[in-house]
């Protein structure tokens, strides 16, 4: 049978799968560390969930409108305004079931075949898939540590052809952390001006930034710039609502009438209950995204210092979101017992089989020479986590 060749072509997600490898472990018995899964261990505030009892109690438990209630996209309106400065109306957001969900209606959206999508790396490991899947053409805008994982104006100006149609830009960043800050903003909004680029700016992980930084939405910085892009949020990191499964895109009318039309055909309206969720969310308090943020801190600071100290591994420090990319370069051609470790794939592989840790290879980010390392973890598994690391990094020849 000869099945789609584009449907065949598409990768699983890297994640995911080392996640699923591990839980499966975790199932058998087996004192499995998990470093890999980009998902916040701290449960879904009370005020939220009681929200959501009282909608199944109320009976609000029928279809709504494809792109999501009035009421939501009321409250989101209200949310971008507060937090970024950026004024909707409600024709302009679609909500959707999560924010992966959101961001391939946008590439759906948006691309025509061959028309070209920068996407920095490292990348989310979704993003290839999603643009792949829309008949989009991916153009890589390489980065490095040294530049803290972040690309030029130049290096953007490089890449742009005039088949050019998106840039994706993803601040806090997954896998890397990084933080794009309000002045390199505004040059990328003026060469996104010039060239006529739509941005996907992906600000999942908004609340989740560091050392007093301030998140800034490039949509803010202009009128111009705002009617370009498509941003892209939803309530999985700030509020520990992940398998809620509710994201939003605010955009121009014109591309959220077809996000709508998209998604009305596909499937339909995000869940009606954890839609009456996310209104309580966005409209409560922030008390409990600011406990989750100052203890991911903890765990953050712990982890760089940490991993600096064990010998032929390093990492930076990052600004945002909760994950590190750690730098074992250094160990490639290091050999595991009789296993060489040929590249970062092995590394994980050798680590999760032999001191039972799992880790992301870069590989799956765009990225050689390093592991992703998430600290959505407790302050214990993440001590012994990288207690295991050093044991096994000694064990190496």
Known sequence: MNYSQKAKSICPSATLTIDAKAKKMKAEGINVIGFGAGEPDFDTPKHIKESAIKAINDGFTKYTPASGTLELKESICRKLKRDNGIEYNVSQIVVSNGAKHSLLNAFQAVLNPGDEVILPAPYWVSYPEMIKLADGKIVYLETNEQDGFKFTPQKLLEKITEHSKILVLNSPSNPTGMVYLQDELTEIAKIAVEKGLIVISDEIYEELIYDNLKHTSIASLGEKIKEQTIVVNGMSKAYSMTGWRIGYTASNQEIAKIMSNVQSHATSNPNSIAQKASVAA?????????????????????????????????????????????NISKLIGKQFKDEPINNADKFAELLLENVMVAVVPGSGFGIKGYVRLSYATSMENIKEGLDRIEKFNKELR
């Open 282 to 326: 966005l409209d409560g308090p922030k008390n409990e995204i600011d406990f989750m943020r100052n203890e991911y801190a903890k765990r953050r600071n712990y982890m760089v210092e940490r991993i600096n100290s064990i010998k032929d591994i390093s990492c930076s420090k990052p600004q945002g979101a909760f994950y590190i990319m750690m």
